[in-house]
């Protein structure tokens, strides 16, 4: 076996142009590879992110629409002890209209939160404006920032709340700004015990999680259908309500893994032809060597050392050529404010997979030229010389 090694390196290292063309090509697929996933795994991660990072991913709620949660605390207990749920958060909602005096009105959806767990979803103290702040008291409020405007007021004004036929005098806290004119027009936010006191009782509409797996979210939610029936509760997920993006990375993995398959296909076709030639140029070296008497087990292990050593280079150009170029992509494919048009997500896992893959692809492409090798006869080389 060593003396096989030794050969097929010699003839690698006699052919230099030609054993870096093809580590050359071995080296594009991979960095292909490489780039691509890292490519498609950015992008999905990114819309991910940006559809359900801030927000709840399973949602528990009442069976009927116009019921609350009552003895939520038994639920939030449950919900804690299972480790697939990172953050638990409950969440009182109450609808009604806001107004800055009697000049201006506006419908105002008014949350409220244990913000030491809802700012874990929702990462508020990310999204307040300057010198705004967190409501810490009771009837403290934080407007979403053109509710704001649209009202008139600053930190510090009262503006009245108006829920039912029930009027509550309201102190703003801040301002917040989540780029989303549907929040920024409507919400506002105060403390669980604001919510519950304006209410008048203590309860809640919701508990909003988040989970470890965010696309377990639908298997996940199913279990709690059946676990919470007795509570008179059920789920809704992030899954359910985003068909259209599922769809969308759906795509984008299968067009992903369609481009894999066919860099792979081609490396695979030019190593095998390269090599079947290779077989052809040196078979009167083989023929020699068989008459010195090398095994055909050895011959045929010529070839498939050449394959190993060419994919353990390819790999590795490949690996390094596919970071090369993604750093390239994110330090110059950038959008105004200088964040990368698309995040590119490094994962070592992955890129360890594609340099596998192409390694295996190496030493399949190289059992032909190798089971050849080992047919080839004494009498077949002087035959033909």
Do not use: H
Not at 10 to 24: D, G, M, N, P, V
């Amino acid at each position: 076996m060593k003396l096989a090694i030794q050969i097929a390196w010699r003839f690698l290292t006699s052919a230099k142009r030609q054993t870096l063309i093809i580590i050359l090509g071995i080296s594009v697929g991979v960095s292909v590879q490489v780039f691509i996933g890292s490519l498609i795994s950015g992008l999905q991660a990114s819309l991910v992110d940006t559809t359900i990072g801030s927000s709840s991913q399973v949602t528990i709620i009442p069976s009927e629409d116009d019921r609350s949660i009552e003895n939520y605390d038994n639920i939030i207990e449950i919900l804690e002890n299972d480790n697939q749920f990172t953050i638990v958060s409950p969440t009182l909602d109450l609808g009604g209209i806001a107004r800055n005096g009697i000049e201006k009105t506006e419908r105002i959806v008014f949350r409220g939160f244990n913000f030491d767990d809802a700012n874990q979803i929702y990462a508020f103290d990310e999204k307040l404006t300057e010198n705004s702040q967190l409501p810490q008291q009771l009837n403290e409020v934080l407007l979403g920032v053109e509710l704001g405007q649209k009202l008139g007021v600053s930190k510090g004004d009262q503006i009245e709340m108006l829920i039912g036929v029930d009027v509550y005098t309201l102190t703003v806290s801040g301002f917040f700004d989540f780029k989303l004119a549907s929040l920024n027009q409507t919400w506002g936010v105060a403390t669980l015990e604001t919510a519950q006191g304006i209410k008048g009782e203590e309860i809640v509409s919701s508990i909003e999680t988040q989970i470890s797996e965010v696309f377990d979210a639908e298997s996940i939610a199913l279990t709690y259908d059946q676990n919470l029936q007795s509570y008179d509760l059920k789920t809704k997920n992030w899954m359910s309500d985003n068909q259209d993006l599922l769809s969308g990375l759906q795509g984008q993995s299968i067009s992903s893994l369609m481009i894999q398959i066919f860099v792979i296909i081609s490396v695979v076709l030019g190593i095998s032809s390269t090599l079947a030639i290779t077989v052809m140029q040196k078979s009167k070296q083989i023929g020699i060597m068989k008459a010195m008497g090398i095994t055909d087990r050895d011959a045929s292990f010529v070839f498939l050392s050449e394959g190993l050593f060419l994919g353990i280079f390819g790999a590795i150009g490949g690996v390094l050529f596919g970071l090369g170029l993604s750093y390239a992509f994110t330090t110059f494919a950038l959008n105004p404010d200088g964040t990368p048009v698309v995040p590119l997500l490094i994962d070592g896992g992955f890129i360890t997979l594609s340099a596998g893959i192409a390694l295996v692809a190496c030493l399949l492409a190289s059992l032909t030229p190798a089971i050849k090798s080992s047919k080839l006869t004494v009498i077949e080389v002087i035959r033909n010389a």
